[in-house]
């Protein structure tokens, strides 16, 4: 196991930001419109849609560019199975954050690639979006590419918050195991520690600020959380190759954990969405990042 917590310390950072074409899987992706929501007007790299209780939210690319995930991040499906999808160069993906507005207030689901090559400030800037008018910062998980978007460096090269007016929600299994158990985490303590006066964490089933519910999704990290919205979920890491795992859910990726729990977690959930007719937002899913 420390091995395999080592391989994910060392993951390069090219397949953060690997390149993609355009295919079919993007296309069925964008089709929120057949999800009964109403999409609104776009800038580069968002998309922004309206939830069944007025709220909107955003999809916001923080990865440059096109991205695919290759076929070895997917070692627990076949040859034949993968080479059904007629995807050699890679399934396509994405580095993704959402932002809400709910009742006059911002809430962002994730903070993305920070420093890593993030174009969260940037896509912010453009939706004309100061990051002190967000007031809540709820994370999926906590590895790299979802909150290294919190902090950035002053004059004088000091972490500082990104989002100072921000109350941060964690769950208490994810931070718990982070700051206790999972070794190279020294990006997680310091940038735990650096909002350690607004963060709050919360247990699966809390009912949170604007009437988001945390949904346990564990599996890909031990406390990783999907959270609900009206008719929104949004699922987080649960897929990192939408085009294989929507139709097998039993594959993993080799980012996951604990894969026997990753993998219940991905087909009760997509039950679920299937059956409750939710609009899935995912943090890997292709652009533009919505999927039924």
């Given at each position: 196991?420390?091995?395999?917590?080592?391989?994910?310390?060392?993951?390069?950072?090219?397949?953060?930001?690997?390149?993609?074409?355009?295919t079919k899987t993007a296309k069925e992706t964008a089709s929120a419109e057949t999800a009964g929501v109403e999409t609104a007007a776009q800038v580069e790299g968002t998309k922004t849609i309206t939830l069944s209780n007025g709220a909107s939210v955003t999809?916001?690319?923080?990865?440059?560019?096109?991205?695919?995930?290759?076929?070895?991040?997917?070692?627990?499906?076949?040859?034949?199975?993968?080479?059904?999808?007629?995807?050699p160069d890679g399934i396509p993906a994405s580095v993704s954050t959402f932002l809400v507005?709910?009742?006059?207030?911002?809430?962002?689901?994730?903070?993305?690639?920070?420093?890593?090559?993030?174009?969260?400030?940037?896509?912010?800037?453009?939706?004309?979006?100061?990051?002190?008018?967000?007031?809540?910062?709820?994370?999926t998980h906590f590895h790299v590419d979802h909150i290294s978007g919190l902090v950035a460096k002053d004059d004088a090269g000091n972490d500082t918050k990104v989002f100072k007016n921000a109350a941060v929600y964690a769950g208490k299994v994810e931070y718990d195991a982070w700051m206790n158990d999972i070794p190279k985490n020294d990006l997680q303590k310091n940038i735990m520690a650096l909002y350690k006066d607004s963060l709050h964490l919360f247990a699966f089933g809390d009912s949170l600020p604007h009437g988001v519910l945390a949904i346990d999704a564990v599996g890909h990290?031990?406390?990783?959380?999907?959270?609900?919205?009206?008719?929104?979920?949004?699922?987080?890491?649960?897929?990192?190759?939408?085009?294989?795992?929507?139709?097998?859910?039993?594959?993993?990726?080799?980012?996951?954990?604990?894969?026997?729990?990753?993998?219940?977690?991905?087909?009760?959930?997509?039950?679920?969405?299937?059956?409750?007719?939710?609009?899935m937002a995912g943090m890997h899913l292709p652009p533009p990042g919505f999927a039924e």
């Open positions: 196991m420390n091995k395999f917590f080592a391989f994910l310390g060392t993951i390069s950072l090219s397949m953060l930001v690997a390149a993609c074409s355009d999809w916001i690319q923080d990865n440059m560019g096109n991205k695919l995930n290759p076929r070895s991040l997917f070692s627990d499906a076949s040859d034949s199975l993968y080479n059904s999808l007629n995807m507005k709910v009742d006059g207030k911002y809430i962002l689901f994730d903070a993305g690639l920070g420093a890593f090559g993030g174009q969260l400030m940037s896509r912010l800037a453009a939706l004309g979006v100061n990051p002190d008018s967000i007031g809540l910062v709820y994370l990290t031990p406390g990783h959380t999907a959270f609900q919205l009206a008719n929104l979920i949004i699922v987080g890491d649960l897929m990192h190759g939408y085009a294989l795992q929507k139709d097998h859910p039993e594959v993993n990726s080799n980012y996951d954990m604990d894969k026997p729990k990753s993998a219940e977690s991905r087909k009760r959930i997509m039950q679920y969405a299937r059956d409750s007719k939710l609009l």
